[in-house]
């Protein structure tokens, strides 16, 4: 009904059968608004889960070197937050995009017109004159449909794996050489030893300090023995 009413305030002189395009943008720019915060949340958890995964094999594969792992895991959330800014960035500009114009050359484009032309009057009988008015409609061919969730659905997945191939193939090698050559000394930082190492180190100096002791205080001991003979 708000789409009839858009379509009401638009009514001028003109051809029949011509959707006015202030109304029809009008129509897209409402229906692409509803829907922009989805790719651009499901850019978020995509990226969240590929740094877990690849923090996860990184760690996996340093184990035993505290200092590498350090790096790595500094390396990855870095460099994934800017790709998954630059994502979220991606997907904004073109939802900006999707409101703008009503223009596509994707052939699939006047199939899928044609198609939906042809259920036009069953279309407009559930529509306007079913007073129930479904919430879905069921089109041949396309089965239970809700309009306006579908344009961004190849773009998306297009350029997450786009990204994604970027990241394991260039962009973590460039970012870990980077972390461990950039300034700050990254080589430095892996010879320091772990926490672990460096709260024992006080305690084994003692132990050092407590065994020389004991070996003057042996020596003492002897040379009073030997004297005493």
């Not at 305030?9 to 897209?28: H, M, Q, V, Y």
């Not at 500094?74 to 997907?91: T, Y």
């Not at 990254?186 to 305690?203: C, D, H, N, Q, T």
């Amino acid at each position: 009904m708000e789409e009839i009413m858009v379509l009401e305030e638009a009514k001028g002189i003109g051809l029949p059968n011509f959707l006015p395009r202030t109304a029809f943008l009008t129509i897209l720019q409402k229906k692409v608004k509803g829907i922009s915060s989805i790719p651009i949340s499901f850019a978020e958890k995509v990226w969240n889960y590929v740094e877990e995964v690849v923090i996860s094999v990184k760690m996996q594969h340093s184990e035993n070197y505290y200092q590498l792992q350090l790096s790595f895991r500094r390396a990855g959330h870095n460099l994934i937050a800017k790709m998954k800014e630059h994502s979220v960035n991606w997907v904004m500009e073109i939802v900006e995009m999707e409101k703008l114009t009503d223009y596509t050359c994707n052939p699939e484009y006047l199939s899928a017109w044609k198609t939906l032309m042809s259920q036009q009057d069953a279309f407009m009988k559930d529509v306007l004159i079913n007073e129930e008015r479904p919430a879905k409609i069921k089109l041949n061919s396309f089965g239970e449909i809700e309009v306006g969730k579908l344009r961004l659905v190849d773009c998306m997945a297009l350029h997450l794996l786009l990204s994604a191939g970027n990241l394991v193939n260039r962009e973590f090698e460039i970012e870990i050489v980077n972390e461990l050559m950039g300034p700050g000394g990254g080589i430095e930082r892996m010879l320091e030893e772990s926490p672990a190492v460096a709260a024992k180190r006080p305690k084994i100096n003692k132990s050092i300090q407590l065994l020389k002791k004991s070996k003057e205080v042996a020596k003492i001991m002897d040379k009073v023995g030997t004297y005493a003979d």
